[in-house]
């Protein structure tokens, strides 16, 4: 695949599939074609991509044909019916839903992290969920360096997380709060306005959500540590982009605030930005649109043995989706099957 490639984006009307389509150009990702496809609802859309207006297609078995490579930006059940179409096609499939994340045959990839898990995949790799994917940039690193023994972790996570209908949400609930009128919700089982809501997806039987679970889940799974201990607290906070972790880690052995800010400082995809006094570190308006891993206010965690704290920050639909899925696919045109 060295040579300018079929690229399909599934979900291209999106909070992600949009910003796929931005990503691909920006990184001037070599496409011979790109075909932006959706929902056959509503009258004829476009998408932008660089300077033109891609017509959106409706996503059908057909519409997958004569592509080398699919982006799926779309929920767990349309990916679980179309996934398989595309690579029963020929196409290399990239899904950005939790449908086949935690499949034995599926690479979970972070390419910072665990690059080599690509191989040479013919069918389908995932996208891990947005808030896993900056742990795991913060955990690898320290992981290498001394060795990690438990995971506490709790998020604030953007409601672009959820999608163009939880955006508008936040934005009309804002507006009715400040108007002193009702606010409705449909999104969210409470207003998300001037609010924060811990709970992210569904309820399981053990208490946790299913995003809680996903990042336990996955975390192990990325990391090739099937034992280790993860446990976290999802939260929706009223921001719309980027989502930020207050994260606990216990290591193997110890390593100072300032040994830490080295180890981080340079591995790929994260900036360190740490000077609490000065009031400097990274906050979910200055990481969105960018693209690193921003990590601050890293300390001891005189609580426990060898334990630290950070501030995690990144951009959900750039690292946290669209961008984690680019840097897949090219992973694919430079690897061995590339
Ligand atoms: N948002 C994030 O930060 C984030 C991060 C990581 C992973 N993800 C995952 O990425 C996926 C997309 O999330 P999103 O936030 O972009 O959601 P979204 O804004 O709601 O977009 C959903 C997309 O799926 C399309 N779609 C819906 N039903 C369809 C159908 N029956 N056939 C074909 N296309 C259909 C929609 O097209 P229409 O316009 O036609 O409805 C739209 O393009 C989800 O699986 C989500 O869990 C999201």
């Not at 994340?101 to 040479?120: F, H, K, S, Y």
């Not at 023994?149 to 998020?155: D, G």
């Not at 906070?237 to 994260?247: C, I, K, M, T, Y």
Request: proline share 6%; with cysteine.
């Amino acid at each position: 695949m060295k040579e300018p490639v079929r690229v399909g984006v599934a979900g291209a009307t999106g909070a992600v599939g949009l910003e796929m389509l931005s990503v691909l150009r920006e990184r001037a990702f070599p496409v011979e074609s790109v075909r932006a496809m959706a929902s056959g609802r509503g009258d004829a859309r476009t998408v932008p991509f660089g300077g033109q207006d891609l017509p959106v297609e409706e996503l059908t078995s057909d519409a997958l044909s004569r592509l080398d490579i699919v982006l799926f930006a779309t929920g767990a059940s349309v990916s679980r019916e179309f996934v398989p179409l595309a690579v029963a096609r020929g196409a290399v499939a990239i899904d950005n839903s939790r449908a086949f994340r935690m499949d034995d045959d599926v690479p979970l990839v972070v390419p910072e992290v665990n690059a080599e898990a690509v191989g040479g995949q013919t069918g389908i790799i995932a996208n891990p969920n947005c808030s896993t994917i900056q742990m795991v940039l913060a955990l690898k690193p320290l992981q290498d360096a001394v060795g990690i023994r438990r995971v506490v972790v709790s998020t604030y996570q953007s409601v672009s997380g959820t999608g163009t209908a939880a955006i508008d949400e936040l934005t009309d609930q804002s507006r009715c709060v400040l108007a002193g009128e009702p606010t409705i919700s449909r999104v969210y089982p409470h207003p998300i306005a001037f609010n924060c809501i811990p709970h992210i997806d569904t309820i399981d039987d053990d208490g946790n959500t299913r995003e809680e679970t996903k990042m336990v889940l996955e975390t192990r799974k990325i990391l090739d540590l099937p034992e280790l201990p993860v446990t976290a607290t999802c939260v929706r906070v009223p921001v719309f982009h980027s989502h930020a972790l207050a994260l606990c880690v216990e290591l193997e052995s110890g390593l100072s605030p300032e040994e830490a800010r080295l180890v981080l400082g340079r591995s790929p995809g994260i900036t360190v930005l740490d000077d609490a006094s000065e009031a400097v570190y990274p906050t979910q308006l200055s990481s969105s649109g960018t693209d690193d891993t921003w990590i601050g206010r890293i300390r001891r965690d005189e609580s426990v043995t060898n334990g630290l704290w950070m501030w995690v920050v990144a951009d959900n639909l750039r690292k946290g989706a669209a961008l984690n899925a680019v840097q897949i696919a090219e992973l694919l045109l430079d690897g061995p099957g590339g």
